[in-house]
């Protein structure tokens, strides 16, 4: 399951309604918690730029990537990590370690770099 990407159920805060809402959005598998959980990055579009990290979210632009099925050129938020149970986890889309290695292996580094700076500064 690690480095592959799925579709997830996501929860989330929908600050139209001020409640907590689900909706599906792809998940990059970077590791297991304990035997039925994984943990996960998210992959968004980030419509407002403002909340874009130009160092932590690395792109993935629809026509580079297109096994991944996206909609509109998205983002790997390596400094967002989850903890998901796997029957969240609705739909396969493809093996991001093997066909997109390149792009997995900056991922994991990035993804590395953040947690040792929380780290260092804990």
């Known amino acids: 399951m ?3 990407a799925y579709v997830s159920v996501f929860q989330y805060y929908d600050n139209k309604t001020h409640k907590m809402a689900f909706k599906k959005r792809p998940v990059l ?3 297991k918690s304990d035997s039925a959980d994984y943990v996960i990055l998210p992959i968004s579009r980030i419509t ?11 792109e993935i ?5 297109p096994l991944m099925n996206l909609n509109a050129d998205s983002y790997i938020r390596t400094h967002k990590q989850s903890v998901i149970h796997d029957g ?3 739909q396969y889309i493809v093996d991001f370690k093997s066909e997109y290695n390149d792009t997995y292996k900056n991922v994991i580094e990035r993804m590395k770099e953040f947690q040792d700076s929380i780290i260092k500064n804990a």
Request: charge should be neutral; aromatic fraction near 12%; charged fraction near 30%.
């Open 88 to 90: 969240e986890l609705t």
């Open 2 to 4: 690690i480095g592959k």
């Open 29 to 31: 598998i970077v590791g």
């Open 48 to 58: 407002n730029k403002q909340h874009l990290d130009s160092y932590y979210d690395v």
């Open 61 to 65: 632009k629809k026509q580079e990537f």
